[in-house]
């Protein structure tokens, strides 16, 4: 017993000392055990001015944005802990920026306050980079490799090249070239987009689309285990389908036709009165502009604009 009673002292001593180093560090900040000692895990931020670019590569796991400005600027934030596990680089070299390095997750012993542990499981969710490029700049090619996270603001970008992983974003960007989205396992978010062509694949994740633009009639967006919703978009025709998921079609101005089929899911649309409107499905009720239809119905089959809507295990409601 006076065994125990020693050890349980001097643990009790121990995480004293380590508190009193916490808070001689600028106050009670989380200490972790790094390279053989301990050390005050923080927040820090590395800002570095590289020449000129026009081609970007990602090629790490923290989150990416890359947006507009006035000077080429990468700003880097990391938890100190993560700064020196995983370090980011930022070179440039035949106007291409390739930004490599840095990981969000975090496997380390903590002592925060009075409480201590193994953190397994703990994300550095303040780490993230943000690349800024000249205003007047076209971003000739950003190339995906290893990413989690990568966002496009206010951009025009000729092409996306590579595959992707976590959430692909794109917010008020003009791409000059079909946009392929076809290689990776992520959610896809386009707002105010502008391409000719779309292709979105995605294993598990879902499309959300908004107040885009997209000419062509090969549109493509295809999601395995996900949501697709596509409104308020301009587009000449698209190829809608989930395995295992719910379609929401709503509101676009389409020049050509739209199809949509999931295999176990519901399909909600609004669409224009004077559109076509087919609907199918083998285990589900239909609502076709607020009355009950029997699966096969086609409203308006020489109608310009048709809609193709089918499940194999869900309803269908169009308005």
Do not use: C
């Not at 303040?126 to 496009?152: D, E, M």
């Amino acid at each position: 017993m006076k065994r125990w009673n020693m050890i349980s002292l001097v643990a009790i001593v121990v995480g004293l000392i380590l508190v009193i180093l916490g808070v001689g560090h600028h106050g009670v900040k989380a200490l972790t055990w790094n390279n053989g000692g301990f050390q005050v895990d923080e927040r820090r931020q590395t800002v570095v001015h590289p020449g000129a670019f026009d081609k970007v590569v990602v090629n790490t796991k923290l989150p990416v944005t890359i947006k507009p400005g006035n000077v080429n600027q990468i700003t880097i934030q990391q938890h100190s802990v993560n700064q020196k596990k995983h370090p980011v680089t930022a070179k440039v070299a035949n106007h291409t920026l390739t930004v490599a390095g840095g990981d969000n997750r975090q496997n380390i012993f903590r002592i925060h306050g009075f409480s201590m542990g193994w953190s397994d499981d703990a994300y550095d969710t303040s780490g993230k980079i943000t690349i800024v490029v000249p205003k007047a700049t076209t971003v000739k090619t950003v190339t995906l490799q290893r990413n989690w996270i990568v966002r496009l603001e206010d951009l025009t970008v000729k092409k996306v090249t590579g595959s992707h992983s976590g959430s692909f974003q794109a917010k008020n960007v003009t791409f000059s070239q079909p946009l392929d989205l076809s290689r990776g396992d992520v959610d896809i978010y386009l707002t105010n987009v502008t391409t000719p062509r779309v292709t979105a694949k995605t294993g598990d994740g879902d499309i959300v689309i908004r107040q885009s633009h997209f000419k062509q009639t090969s549109n493509v967006l295809h999601t395995a285990d996900g949501d697709v919703s596509v409104k308020n978009t301009h587009l000449g025709g698209a190829d809608v389908a989930s395995n295992d998921g719910d379609l929401h079609i709503g509101h676009n101005q389409v020049t050509r036709s739209v199809k949509a089929h999931t295999d176990d899911g519901d399909v909600y649309s609004i669409v224009s009165d004077t559109a076509g409107v087919s609907v199918q499905t083998n285990d589900g009720d239909i609502q076709l502009m607020g009355r009950s239809r029997r699966s096969g119905t086609h409203l308006r089959p020489n109608a310009k604009v048709q809609y193709a809507f089918s499940t194999d295990d869900g309803d269908i409601t169009v308005r």
